[in-house]
């Protein structure tokens, strides 16, 4: 098999895949995603607390070669065109396809996103790491090997897509924050991920540290 096919078999079979060393031009990237998310002009989403979350798309007059070049080439990659492809997604298709996101966080929300879960529509998830991420700094958490029984949770209802005995959209099967296994990741690392991989967001920050990301969302 040749890198590709291992890296979609883990994707597969675990969920998941960290590329280490992704890019080596990580100072660039940094400081391109510096001016976006310092610029005050921004929209950035509500109800963040001391977060910064921008939504928005390679398509876009916003986010575009011309003003951003190193972020935008390195999602556009053909090894990112190339691993879509082995999930049947079309990357050069409709814009509505793909979208991404840049944002700093510093705390933790209390949104569905914090517990075990799986999203409702499924997509396979890019992100590039800006700064380092561990478990003093809101790393992602997964609990890999667990994607067939996701499928069949999905088709049974994909509105109950979370994993706690105590939140409203319970599925009927209850896992701790601490069973699962954190992402540690270093700055320039792309972590690949099925959101048919049952994952949380980050669930605790020290104090005045925060988690620099990236993300590309490709519908499925």
């Known amino acids: 098999m040749n890198d590709?096919?291992?890296?979609?078999?883990?994707?597969?079979?675990q969920g998941?895949?960290?590329?280490?060393?992704y890019i080596s031009n990580i100072e660039e990237i940094e400081n391109e995603f510096n001016i976006i998310i310092n610029d005050q002009n921004n929209l950035f989403d509500l109800n963040t607390g001391?977060?910064?979350?921008?939504?928005?798309n390679l398509n876009s007059n916003y986010?575009?070669?011309?003003?951003?070049?190193?972020?935008?080439?390195?999602?556009?990659?053909?090894?990112?065109?190339?691993?879509?492809?082995k999930f049947n997604i079309n990357?050069?298709?409709?814009?509505?396809?793909?979208?991404?996101?840049?944002?700093?966080?510093?705390?933790?929300?209390?949104?569905?996103?914090?517990?075990?879960?799986?999203?409702?529509?499924?997509?396979?998830?890019?992100?590039?790491?800006?700064?380092?991420?561990?478990?003093t700094n809101g790393c992602f958490k997964v609990f890999p090997n667990k994607l067939d029984m996701v499928l069949q949770l999905?088709?049974?209802?994909?509105?109950?897509n979370i994993f706690n005995k105590y939140h409203k959209l319970f599925n009927g099967i209850h896992?701790?924050?601490?069973e699962m296994k954190p992402l540690i990741a270093k700055a320039g690392?792309?972590?690949?991920?099925?959101?048919?991989?049952?994952?949380?967001?980050?669930?605790?920050?020290?104090?005045?540290?925060?988690?620099?990301i990236i993300r590309l969302h490709m519908c499925i």
């Open 154 to 160: 999905r088709n049974n209802s994909k509105r109950n």
């Open 91 to 135: 990357f050069n298709s409709d814009r509505d396809n793909k979208t991404t996101f840049i944002h700093q966080d510093y705390e933790s929300l209390d949104t569905n996103n914090t517990y075990p879960h799986f999203d409702f529509d499924r997509k396979l998830k890019f992100y590039l790491c800006v700064s380092d991420v561990d478990t």
């Open 189 to 212: 690392d792309l972590i690949i991920f099925d959101t048919n991989c049952i994952h949380a967001g980050g669930d605790h920050f020290e104090l005045n540290k925060c988690r620099k």
């Open 175 to 178: 896992i701790e924050i601490n």
């Open 63 to 85: 986010l575009n070669v011309k003003n951003f070049p190193n972020i935008c080439n390195n999602f556009n990659t053909q090894f990112i065109i190339n691993i879509c492809k």
């Open 50 to 56: 001391k977060n910064k979350c921008l939504r928005t």
């Open 16 to 21: 998941y895949y960290i590329f280490n060393n």
């Open 4 to 13: 590709i096919d291992i890296i979609y078999e883990q994707i597969n079979t």
